[in-house]
């Protein structure tokens, strides 16, 4: 099929997906990120629109596991930046976390992150603070970061970061 078909059938497609839309009720214009799709609006500017959006959000996402590198060490970091980029909420999640962790362990902490792959079990992200005090004041400090972030935002994870800390 010639491409000036292929775009004639999907812009028809189009038409008729936002007629139905109308047709029950949905709104019009449809709110597309900050741009507008209208009924008028053809195939070809959606799609520009959409690949738009991704490029948007694809160097937001570099941006910000490039703030990550600043913030933590990472060990095997081709594994971890692809780690990151699968799960694209953990490293805005990392970021929220750095100065939540910072506040209960310190400022000058290290904090490494490591994939951890045990046996068949899907690979988690492990962020680790290197603790070099006691045991009692490493707990306690794991405490106060459970208590004063981790628990009401380990949700944001899925199941896909662990925080926790190491003495060294």
């Known amino acids: 099929m010639n491409s000036a078909l292929t775009q004639q059938i999907a812009e028809q497609h189009w038409q008729a997906g936002m007629s139905t839309h109308l047709q029950l009720g ?15 609006s053809s195939v ?3 799609v520009q629109q959409m690949e738009r959006q991704m490029e948007t959000h694809r ?4 941006d910000a596991i490039s703030k990550l590198k600043q913030l933590y060490v990472l060990v095997n970091p081709d594994q971890v930046t692809s780690f990151l980029n699968y799960h694209q909420s953990l490293p805005h999640l990392l970021l929220e976390a750095a100065p ?4 209960s362990f310190g400022i000058d902490t290290l904090i490494k992150l490591e994939l951890s792959e045990i046996g068949d079990e899907p690979a988690t992200l ?3 603070v290197l603790w070099p005090g006691s045991v ?4 306690a400090a794991l405490n106060a970061f459970d208590q004063n972030y981790w628990i009401a935002n380990c949700n944001k994870a899925s199941g896909k970061l662990v925080i926790d800390r190491e003495l060294v």
């Open 26 to 40: 949905l709104g019009s214009p449809i709110e597309a990120g900050d741009d507008l799709i209208t009924s008028n």
């Open 44 to 46: 070809s500017d959606v």
């Open 59 to 62: 160097r937001e996402q570099d």
């Open 100 to 103: 939540q962790i910072g506040d």
């Open 126 to 128: 492990r962020a680790t």
């Open 136 to 139: 009692e004041d490493g707990n």
